[in-house]
């Protein structure tokens, strides 16, 4: 399997390992783990963890969970096959070292474990082709009165991905019982709108308010696209009787079938980031609107991060900080806004992650669009002093 198949793969693994951490008994929320993975990709988070000289908090915090907790540890996952066909000798030399010190089993170093599972029940990339299940989303709480195009935008492109933790889809009775890699079509009313692979699903202890639990869907997966109708479900599977508000299971086979079909209806910028696109990289097109059925437009995640990385994660209006307020299960959640709002924007524009784009807290972040204006940071900083 080449690097490029199985690169992603490992990505989702990264990911898979934050949700199985927060679920042990005490539960560890490896925030730091899930903000480099999410920003630098799961490879590349990997590599910074093992060239440095001293193993990670999150490394200490799983061993005083019990040694065994340390199947987790990203030491642990790039041993196992198929990952390490990503690392080198000394890479992979290092993270045996950092087990063995404290007493932690090796996996396996030449079979491949059963079932199509790594030996930390990880998602194996040499498994068979994942399933495909259809969600309908409510549409009389949530979503209720909402048009595509404001649940594509709102919801899958803004809020989904910046939730904490990124990717929690909270549900009240309907859940999917399903396995980590499953690729989940979202149904609203008569077509599939969204598309996302889940990491996983978590059933609360208590109901949280009216939700019973969560899933977990992988950020950088998330795609919208012009909706899907039945007739186009059944070019793909001609099996496909019709959408229905109960839970659905499609053939695997499919799966580039559907992705033939999502090219043929959608323009590829729309459903994926395009910084690597532009070639200076001192500016970053941000917003752009690609004419579908609906207007879809673009959240360009480099821009976010550079204007983190310039700012901070401090509301730079009420300047709350949720680490110091909430600790480092906290750390770097901010919401960005885009002081032209992305509705106004007809074309691309190049944005200046520092001039054009500004850290703010969800508290601060809503009254900016309050009552549907559209507020600037000053006239909120001006309502903060009376």
């Given at each position: 399997m080449s690097d490029d198949t199985l690169e992603p793969a490992f990505h989702q693994a990264m990911l898979d390992v934050y949700q199985r951490a927060a679920a042990l008994k005490p539960p560890y929320k490896a925030t730091l783990l899930l903000k480099m993975v999410n920003q630098l990709g799961g490879r590349e988070a990997a590599n910074r963890l093992l060239d440095t000289d001293e193993t990670s908090y999150g490394f200490a915090e799983l061993l005083l969970r019990g040694p065994e907790h340390l199947k987790l540890s990203v030491e642990y996952v790039v041993l196992q096959h198929p990952w390490r066909a990503l690392f080198d000798d000394e890479q992979l030399t290092v993270a045996r070292q950092r087990l063995q010190q404290v007493g932690c089993p090796l996996p396996p170093e030449n079979d491949e474990p059963a079932g199509g599972q790594t030996d930390s029940g990880l998602p194996d990339a040499t498994s068979a082709g994942p399933p495909i299940r259809i969600l309908p989303m409510s549409g009389t709480v949530e979503f209720q009165g909402q048009t595509v195009k404001q649940v594509q935008e709102e919801f899958f492109l803004a809020e989904l991905p910046m939730r904490t933790p990124p990717g929690q889809y909270l549900?009240?009775?309907?859940?999917?019982?399903?396995?980590?890699?499953?690729?989940?079509?979202?149904?609203?009313?008569?077509?599939?709108?969204?598309?996302?692979?889940?990491?996983?699903?978590?059933?609360?202890?208590?109901?949280?308010?009216?939700?019973?639990?969560?899933?977990?869907?992988?950020?950088?997966?998330?795609?919208?696209?012009?909706?899907?109708?039945?007739?186009?479900?059944?070019?793909?599977?001609?099996?496909?009787?019709?959408?229905?508000?109960?839970?659905?299971?499609?053939?695997?086979?499919?799966?580039?079938?559907?992705?033939?079909?999502?090219?043929?209806?959608?323009?590829?910028?729309?459903?994926?980031?395009?910084?690597?696109?532009?070639?200076?990289?001192?500016?970053?097109?941000?917003?752009?609107?690609?004419?579908?059925?609906?207007?879809?437009?673009?959240?360009?995640?480099?821009?976010?991060?550079?204007?983190?990385?310039?700012?901070?994660?401090?509301?730079?209006?009420?300047?709350?900080?949720?680490?110091?307020?909430?600790?480092?299960?906290?750390?770097?959640?901010?919401?960005?806004?885009?002081?032209?709002?992305?509705?106004?924007?007809?074309?691309?524009?190049?944005?200046?992650?520092?001039?054009?784009?500004?850290?703010?807290?969800?508290?601060?972040?809503?009254?900016?669009?309050?009552?549907?204006?559209?507020?600037?940071?000053?006239?909120?900083?001006?309502?903060?002093?009376?």
């Open positions: 549900f009240r009775t309907k859940s999917l019982n399903a396995d980590s890699g499953t690729l989940v079509l979202f149904q609203k009313q008569a077509s599939i709108i969204a598309s996302a692979t889940l990491l996983s699903v978590e059933w609360f202890d208590k109901p949280q308010g009216e939700y019973r639990g969560a899933m977990y869907f992988d950020v950088p997966s998330i795609r919208v696209f012009a909706p899907i109708s039945v007739a186009q479900m059944q070019q793909v599977w001609p099996e496909f009787s019709g959408f229905s508000n109960a839970l659905q299971s499609l053939d695997p086979s499919g799966r580039d079938g559907f992705e033939n079909l999502l090219a043929t209806t959608t323009s590829p910028a729309a459903i994926q980031p395009i910084s690597e696109e532009i070639p200076d990289r001192n500016e970053l097109w941000e917003g752009a609107r690609h004419r579908v059925s609906i207007n879809i437009y673009e959240r360009n995640p480099e821009a976010r991060r550079q204007c983190i990385d310039h700012f901070g994660t401090v509301c730079q209006i009420c300047h709350f900080d949720f680490e110091k307020t909430f600790g480092p299960e906290a750390a770097g959640y901010i919401h960005v806004h885009h002081r032209v709002p992305l509705s106004e924007v007809d074309k691309s524009y190049r944005v200046s992650p520092t001039e054009d784009l500004i850290p703010v807290c969800p508290n601060c972040h809503a009254v900016l669009h309050l009552g549907g204006k559209n507020r600037t940071v000053d006239e909120v900083r001006e309502m903060l002093r009376r």
